[in-house]
């Protein structure tokens, strides 16, 4: 079972910065599409953003477009998630997952592994 452990988030004011971290100790993420979601209490959880295992391609939600950026490090087994003029409606609990990951979206099944989470906060 791959592992994933996010880390990155914490109270930041808008307008500010954040980048967030999905790493695995354990396994190898060289050939797994990895991807973003997010959930806010009361909220169905968002599809933010992916890239795909060699890095080629990427998906941003509109939500997020323009002030995201995906990328990963292999030599690291790291993706990141580099979030700028963060928003209010930015706040959230944030989870990496492998995902399948396409130009139109990034989707997920039962046999997919997630992260625990992290707390985005964004607030004056």
């Known amino acids: 079972q791959v592992q994933l452990v996010e880390s990155g988030g914490g109270l930041v004011q808008p307008g500010g910065s954040l980048r967030l971290s999905c790493a695995s100790s354990?396994?190898?993420?060289?050939?797994?599409?990895i991807g973003w979601f997010r959930q806010a209490p009361g909220n169905e959880r968002e599809g933010v953003s992916c890239i795909s295992s060699d890095g080629g391609r990427t998906y941003f939600a509109d939500s997020v477009k323009g002030r995201f950026t995906i990328s990963r490090d292999d030599a690291k087994n790291t993706v990141y998630l580099q979030m700028n003029s963060l928003k209010p409606e930015d706040t959230a609990v944030y989870y990496c997952?492998?995902?399948?990951?396409?130009?139109?979206?990034?989707?997920?099944?039962?046999?997919?592994?997630w992260g625990q989470g992290t707390q985005v906060t964004v607030s004056s």
């Open positions: 997952a492998t995902v399948s990951c396409g130009a139109s979206g990034l989707g997920y099944t039962a046999n997919d592994y």
């Open positions: 354990r396994y190898s993420l060289t050939y797994w599409p």
